[in-house]
């Protein structure tokens, strides 16, 4: 496929990929949707790959859903678009496949993440932002509820009272405050980003891939299993 609304490269097993609609602080379309999906299989397919880096261009990460898109714009005289059939079909799949993806996956929020954009940041194994950038969850004030699993992994993330404030008030959450919170892995310095970034990609890109794969598995099921069933090593 050849993308217009992302970017790929790669370089030593670390496979960037860049949301790549500035002017639209890289909100999502349904071809963008389709660009990183076919982005992801190819990485799933791919045995030199051992790390994914997922960014955005431009001041910000990623806005969520671009409601002026064909697959959400409402057009009067029209019956309203099923946004909920829109989530399933491409939200859903696209943080199962990262949640299934056979290398670790590391969000490199470079400014704001925004609905959508901040649950695909989440649904990354590891997240970095700049001191600058912020995530905000303004489902409610446009009258729907948290989506692309975020209904799940911000109560999984900060419990339910912080989870619920920024769900139900749409604040911003200033990325230090998030890193202070737990909600991501690190906060650093705008102009250490590019570094504090490579270096982590390129640490798991050196490490045994399938071992942090499985890692990520049992982290993600913990809080079904008993201390018991966690205790046994799995090769």
């Known amino acids: 496929m050849e993308y217009q609304n992302i970017r790929v490269e790669s370089q030593d097993g670390v496979v960037r990929v860049t949301l790549n609609r500035p002017d639209k602080m890289n909100s999502f379309t349904a071809a963008m949707h389709a660009e990183l999906r076919d982005a992801l299989d190819a990485i799933q397919a791919d045995a030199t790959s051992r790390v994914l880096v997922l960014t955005g261009a431009g001041k910000g990460f990623c806005a969520g859903q671009d409601l002026a898109d064909a697959d959400v714009r409402f057009v009067p005289g029209q019956t309203p678009p099923d ?6 079909r491409q939200y859903k799949p696209l943080v199962m496949r990262l949640a299934q993806l056979r290398v670790p996956t590391i969000a490199a929020v470079n400014g704001v993440a925004a609905g959508a954009g901040a649950s695909l ?7 970095i932002a700049t001191q600058s950038a912020s995530f905000i969850l303004p489902f409610a004030k446009i009258g729907l509820i948290p989506d692309t699993a975020c209904s799940w992994l911000v109560p999984q993330r ?7 404030g920024l769900a139900m008030t749409g604040q911003k959450l200033a990325a230090e405050k998030a890193a202070q919170w737990g909600l991501i892995w690190d906060c650093v310095a705008d102009a250490d980003f590019a570094t504090a970034v490579n270096d982590m990609a390129k640490g798991l890109a050196a490490m045994p891939t399938k071992a942090l794969v499985r890692t990520r598995a049992a982290m993600l099921a913990a809080h079904t299993h008993s201390r018991s069933s966690s205790s046994r090593m799995r090769r």
Do not use: F, Q, S
Request: charged share 20%; aromatic share 0%; hydrophobic share 60%.
């Open 83 to 88: 946004l909920g059939d829109v989530v399933e």
């Open 121 to 127: 940041a989440l649904a990354c194994d590891m997240v």
């Open 158 to 164: 900060l419990g339910h009272a912080r989870a619920m």
